[in-house]
């Protein structure tokens, strides 16, 4: 089990910035990376970005370059820096717990919070 708890989110012109925080408690599954994934009406949710417990980071095409994902091991914290905001950033964000074994792989486990919107209008 984990409980994610996602804060941060809201409306913002593009260009612009907003951080977003994940605090997970009551975990009682081993992982050691930390993902934010994004949903937008009717469309699958997709990884964002993720962090392995020694600071390996991994950032979807979309992103690179804008986004920024950083964690605190000790307080099993997240954090997403979000600049140079655009409209189709806009979605409902998450984060996830889960296994990174190398490069690219992170496997979620499926554990979500209640999700933090953002909005960016144009």
């Known amino acids: 089990q984990a409980q994610l708890v996602e804060s941060g989110g809201g409306l913002v012109q593009a260009g612009g910035s907003l951080r977003l925080s994940c605090a997970a408690s009551?975990?009682?599954?081993?992982?050691?990376?930390m993902a934010w994934y994004r949903q937008a009406p009717v469309r699958q949710r997709v990884r964002v970005a993720f962090?392995?417990?020694?600071?390996?980071?991994y950032y979807a095409d979309s992103v690179e370059g804008r986004f920024t994902i950083s964690r605190d091991n000790a307080k099993n914290t997240v954090h997403l820096q979000m600049d140079s905001l655009k409209p189709e950033d806009t979605a409902a964000y998450y984060c996830?717990?889960?296994?990174?074994?190398?490069?690219?792989?992170?496997?979620?486990?499926?554990?979500w919070g209640q999700g933090t919107q953002v909005t960016v209008s144009s």
């Open positions: 009551g975990t009682t599954v081993s992982f050691n990376a």
């Open positions: 996830n717990v889960g296994r990174w074994s190398g490069g690219a792989k992170y496997q979620s486990y499926d554990f």
């Open positions: 962090i392995s417990n020694n600071g390996i980071t």
